[in-house]
């Protein structure tokens, strides 16, 4: 294969960062005169990859789907996996392989929300990222863990917002969701449900349903059980008032369902949370 450009850096995380921060195990890029694979499985890394020009495809999952100029994929790589580019245009890929810290959680989070290949908004910050990743550790510059680890937590930040930012929600629609959200904001301590909402709004409930979650990451349920928990924290931290008396203040119709609720989001007790912040 004739190799038009490419520079690939292999690192080993020092202790530090293994235990407490994203680190990468190789990064790179690679400019090709002629199509070229990779396959792999069982590899413990994550992989981000930007397709800087030409165009391939991805086989995830036993599905292959093609991939082209300003598109991302994000995998994990221990799942077998194809990523080939084109013959006729072959492609120009940045890409950083990473592990450490919460890389799992974040991997899980976005395939929840998203699919593996994405188009970000902003692919120039994606491809200004991973090129400044490259430089720190070309260079080995000092600190170049901890650098290295806040611009991976800029990358997972732009395929995490990819759905917000990515215009795949029309504008009425999302007037209408951001109507729902600041409504849910100004009325949690009261009677609300699925079936008001759509009904007040004028929109089905299962749209309702899919579309906020696709918006906001959580659902309308997750929203209103936290704006009341995040309220019942304010009320517990700086009011004398009972937890009974909270409960109802939050929307709550009693105190065991909002106890439940608190202790499941915080891991604490209302009483414990109370006097944690208040001794």
Known sequence: MELNDEKRIICTPGPAAKNAFFYIQETGFIRTA????????????????????????????????????????????????????SSKDPWELLWIHFNG????????????????IFRPQSFDKVVSSITEIITVNEKKQRDAEIIT?????????????????????????RTKLAAVHSYIN???????????LSSKFYISKFYLTREYKK???????????????????????FSDNSIDEIAHLCGFN????????FKKSENLTCFSYRKMWRD
């Open 34 to 85: 002629e199509a070229f694979t990779t396959q792999r499985r069982n590899l413990d890394s994550f992989l981000i990859v930007a397709v800087v020009s030409g165009h391939g495809e991805l086989t995830f999952n036993n599905v292959t789907t093609s991939v082209s100029k300003g598109e991302c994929f994000f995998i994990d790589c221990r799942t077998p996996h194809v990523y080939k580019s």
């Open 101 to 116: 810290a919460t890389s799992q959680q974040y991997y899980d989070y976005f395939i929840s929300q998203s699919k593996n």
């Open 149 to 173: 680890s806040k611009l991976i937590v800029e990358l997972l930040t732009l395929a995490l917002t990819v759905n917000a930012d990515s215009g795949q929600v029309d504008s009425a629609l």
């Open 186 to 196: 100004e009325h949690f301590s009261e009677e609300l449900s699925l079936e008001m």
């Open 215 to 237: 918006i906001y990451g959580m659902t309308i349920f997750q929203h209103i059980i936290t704006t009341r928990i995040n309220y019942g924290k304010k009320l517990l931290r």
């Open 254 to 261: 009693d105190q065991s369902y909002f106890a439940r609720q």
